[in-house]
Structures are given as structure tokens and as C-alpha cells.
Nanobody, 124 residues
């Protein structure tokens, strides 16, 4: 069982930056692929980015390439999402998720554990 706790969300103006963190419990964090998803009101949960257990492999949704960067620190059991050049359409609840098979995946169904989410609001 893995417990995930996100932090770092908040209110930011368009063009600004935020860094989200997701702290994980457990001793086998490095064996999990990790992902970030987001869900805006009335919309489905969308994939944002994912990273392999070692951190060597990353995968991004097309709309986030070049603006968002996913990284992890296995010594701290933490995964990060650096978000730059934020737009109002990035406003959503952001969730981190863990995939216990270590497979970098882009669909929510492939992830086994989820955090509670952190709100990101980008004002215009």
C-alpha cells in the first residue's frame, strides 16, 4: 500500500510558475512509476506527465511539453511537477498517482494509488 500526499498548489497569475510535490509512503518508492493528472470542473481526469521508477524515462501530454517538467527524488520518496508559463486553462485539481508495475503510463486506469489532489488556479 502506498499513500500519496500532494502539496504546492495555489493561486498564480497567468505566465507564472508553480512546483507541485507528491510525498509517498513506503519503502519501495523507486519501483513505482509515478504520474501526474489533472481534473477541471465538469471534465474528465487528464494525463499530464509520468516518470519511470529510476527517473530516466519521462512522458508528457502534448499540451504540456516544454512547459511542465516531471522529476523525482527517490531518496526523499517525492515526485515533483514544475509548471512554467501557466495559463488559465491549466486551472484544475492536480493528482499524483503510482503505478506499481513500474510502467510509465498515460491513462488513469493503469495507476494503482492516488493522492487527494491539490488545487491549482491560474488567473488571467
Amino acid at each position: 500500500q502506498v499513500q500519496l500526499v500532494e502539496s504546492g498548489g495555489g493561486l498564480v497569475q497567468a505566465g507564472g510558475s508553480l512546483r507541485l510535490s507528491c510525498a509517498a509512503s513506503g519503502r519501495t518508492f523507486s519501483s513505482y512509476a509515478m504520474g501526474w493528472f489533472r481534473q477541471a470542473p465538469g471534465k474528465e481526469r487528464d494525463f499530464v506527465a509520468a516518470i519511470s521508477g529510476s527517473g530516466d524515462g519521462t512522458y508528457y501530454a502534448d499540451s504540456e511539453k516544454g512547459r511542465f517538467t516531471i522529476s523525482r527524488d527517490n531518496a526523499k520518496n517525492t515526485v515533483y511537477l514544475q509548471m512554467n508559463s501557466l495559463k488559465p486553462e491549466d486551472t484544475a485539481v492536480y493528482y499524483c498517482a503510482a503505478e506499481r508495475g513500474g510502467v510509465v503510463a498515460g491513462t488513469a486506469e493503469e495507476y494503482d494509488y492516488w493522492g487527494q489532489g491539490t488545487q491549482v488556479t491560474v488567473s488571467s
